[in-house]
């Protein structure tokens, strides 16, 4: 496993924990029934309504497989230079941050690149699973890397009135 770069001095960092909260989970099942509920409660045609129940099941199964996902759970290390370690059970990943993330109030998807093999993995952080600040700075720090630019580098394209 290759390691990232060690931080230098003024290098911020943030220290989260990743994984989904217990209260997400059961969102994803309450979701997945209201979704049976509007299948079933519909006009459609039973070769429809049949249809649109597979696949709701399908998706349901990819998207609580990738939620209970343990590699994706753990200590999540961001590096000001753009690395970061996922400390799980299974050890340490050394990862790249990639730009695509998903940004809630709640929750937020933080995309990594595996420097071992080039694999993404996608790091789920809860806000009731870290401190307020700490969410907050995670929140600035993924905004500011959206577009893939270095954290320090200024906003381009912004018009101000």
């Given amino acids: 496993m290759v390691s990232p770069r060690r931080p230098t001095s003024g290098t911020t960092i943030l220290d989260l924990r990743a994984g989904c909260a217990r209260w997400l989970r059961f969102s994803h099942a309450a979701v997945s029934l209201l979704g049976l509920a509007g299948i079933?409660?519909?006009d459609a045609r039973p070769a429809w309504t049949a249809a649109?129940?597979?696949?709701l099941v399908l998706v349901h199964c990819a998207t609580a497989r990738r939620m209970s996902d343990a590699r994706s759970s753990g200590r999540l290390r961001l590096f000001a230079d753009g690395t970061a370690v996922l400390l799980t059970s299974g050890g340490a990943v050394a990862a790249l941050q990639r730009s695509g993330g998903w940004l809630s109030r709640w929750f937020c998807i933080v995309p990594l690149q595996r420097?071992?093999?080039g694999r993404r993995v996608d790091a789920i952080v809860c806000r009731s699973r870290n401190s307020?600040?700490?969410?907050?700075?995670?929140?600035v720090w993924l905004r500011m890397r959206e577009n893939g630019a270095p954290v320090r580098a200024p906003a381009r394209g912004l018009t101000w009135s």
């Fill in 40 to 42: 079933l409660g519909s």
């Fill in 52 to 55: 649109a129940v597979v696949a």
């Fill in 115 to 117: 420097l071992t093999d």
């Fill in 132 to 139: 307020a600040d700490a969410y907050r700075r995670l929140l």
